[in-house]
T-cell receptor
Framework: GENVEQHPSTLSVQEGDSAVIKCTYSDSASNYFPWYKQELGKRPQLIIDIRSNVGEKKDQRIAVTLNKTAKHFSLHITETQPEDSAVYFCAASIVSGGSNYKLTFGKGTLLTVNP | EAQVTQNPRYLITVTGKKLTVTCSQNMNHEYMSWYRQDPGLGLRQIYYSMNVEVTDKGDVPEGYKVSRKEKRNFPLILESPSPNQTSLYFC???????????FGPGTRLTVL
């Protein structure tokens, strides 16, 4: 089955710096890669996703890149703010006919943005 | 308001006492799924359902059952809970639309 590795497990940055979280996946059939943010005591929420036919996607300060050949994808957060502090999860899935099948998550990265 | 609800939110029980955690969504989503979250292990998928009467195992299905008799409901059943099922459980749902999943608020289960 799919295996998703996520690094680093913890990341501490100064406010205004950039943060990068990296994930690798094992199943070359995976074609959908979402990123979720989970604030302390809250539920995970989708922040950005990318499909395998796209190499990069950006939404304001957040971007995701995908390298299908190397089977890795990364989350980039620029101009970090204290409210970006949370646990971030990457995930990989095979989507067929527009619907999810199994979704495998990485173990998460605790991002701390210091004021 | 579009939402995914779970009940109960907190539950303390004893080994072997059958329990059900309910999950309901009001968004007419086809896809529903259950996850458990444990420190250091992230989110792991237990079961998922593509639509009514269609369910399949995730990565950690042992000790759990599910059913999908109605589109809006996807209960998680623990027939004989054990302490290693102590965890935070999340239900999620999505349209058949490239997996933008909406998570419920979570159920914290403790099995003594």
């Amino acid at each position: 089955g799919e295996n998703v590795e996520q690094h680093p497990s913890t990341l501490s940055v100064q406010e205004g710096d950039s943060a990068v979280i990296k994930c690798t996946y094992s199943d070359s059939a995976s074609n959908y890669f979402p990123w979720y943010k989970q604030e302390l005591g809250k539920r995970p929420q989708l922040i950005i996703d990318i499909r395998s036919n796209v190499g990069e996607k950006k939404d304001q300060r957040i971007a995701v890149t995908l390298n299908k050949t190397a089977k890795h994808f990364s989350l980039h957060i620029t101009e970090t703010q204290p409210e970006d502090s949370a646990v971030y999860f990457c995930a990989a899935s095979i989507v067929s006919g527009g619907s999810n099948y199994k979704l495998t998550f990485g173990k998460g990265t605790l991002l701390t943005v210091n004021p | 308001e579009a939402q995914v609800t779970q009940n109960p939110r907190y539950l303390i029980t004893v080994t072997g006492k059958k329990l059900t955690v309910t999950c309901s969504q009001n968004m007419n989503h086809e896809y529903m799924s259950w996850y458990r979250q444990d420190p250091g292990l992230g989110l792991r998928q237990i079961y998922y359902s593509m639509n009514v009467e269609v369910t399949d195992k995730g990565d950690v299905p042992e000790g759990y059952k599910v059913s999908r008799k109605e589109k809006r409901n996807f209960p998680l059943i623990l027939e004989s809970p054990s302490p290693n099922q102590t965890s935070l459980y999340f239900c999620a749902s999505s349209k058949a639309d490239w997996g933008k999943q909406f998570f419920g608020p979570g159920t914290r289960l403790t099995v003594l």
